[in-house]
């Protein structure tokens, strides 16, 4: 059965205090592992879709990495406006399922 | 503006009565997909659309039905509610497999 699990549940930071999130899968032929933010009452965000390992993608604080196992979510330099709920999900080989962790909640005090 | 629409935002029904939520997007996308959001489960498919009468199931269809009859609409049909589907319901489309969904702004519903 695919899993896919995300730690911390929650993060605390100061403004500018850099931090990662982890999430780790077990999934049979892994096509793509997909990051998204989510902000309170609102749908998830598309951030980054990663495919093989050793890739990395970019998008101003936040840079993602994938290996055979576990992807991180980087925020450097964090801002307030970064506290959100950070989601990832990996999308089977076959099939167009996508199996979503339960995400971590980054809350970024100034 | 390129969006996800799903109607209505809040709804309070009771068990047994039959509902749709609608869902529609503007961006002529292939792939549709039906999501639900619980506290400590997180978010799991329900149905997915690759196209036009092209649907299957995700992790968790029992108790819900889905129709593809045209591209832009993918509608999420309760035939008799029950409370256990009380929960946040989240529209999405992408243009393919490979893209991140859109997702839209949330259907809150509560099965009373």
């Known amino acids: 059965e695919d899993q896919v699990t995300q730690s911390p549940e929650a993060l605390r930071l100061q403004e500018g205090e850099s931090s990662s999130l982890n999430c780790s899968y077990t999934v049979s032929g892994l096509r793509g592992l997909f990051w998204y933010r989510q902000d309170p009452g609102k749908g998830p965000e598309f951030l980054f879709t990663?495919?093989?390992a050793g890739e990395e993608k970019e998008k101003e604080r936040l840079k993602a990495t994938l290996t055979k196992k576990e992807s991180f979510l980087h925020i450097t330099a964090p801002k307030p406006e970064d506290s959100a709920t950070y989601l990832c999900?990996?999308?089977?080989?076959?099939?167009?399922?996508?199996?979503f962790g339960g995400g971590t909640r980054v809350l970024v005090k100034p | 503006e390129a969006q996800v629409t799903q109607n209505p935002r809040y709804l309070i029904t009771v068990t047994g009565k039959k509902l749709t939520v609608t869902c529609s997007q503007n961006?002529?996308?292939?792939?549709m997909s039906w999501y639900r959001q619980d506290p400590g489960l997180g978010l799991r498919q329900i149905y997915y659309s690759m196209n036009v009468e092209v649907t299957d199931k995700g992790d968790v269809p029992e108790g819900y039905k889905v129709s593809r009859k045209e591209k832009r609409n993918f509608p999420l049909i309760l035939e008799s509610p029950s409370p256990n589907q009380t929960s946040l319901y989240f529209c999405a489309s992408s243009p393919d497999r490979d893209y991140g969904y859109t997702f839209g702004s949330g259907t809150r519903l509560t099965v009373v």
């Open positions: 961006m002529n996308h292939e792939y």
């Open positions: 990663l495919y093989s």
């Open positions: 999900a990996v999308q089977k080989a076959a099939g167009n399922k996508l199996t």
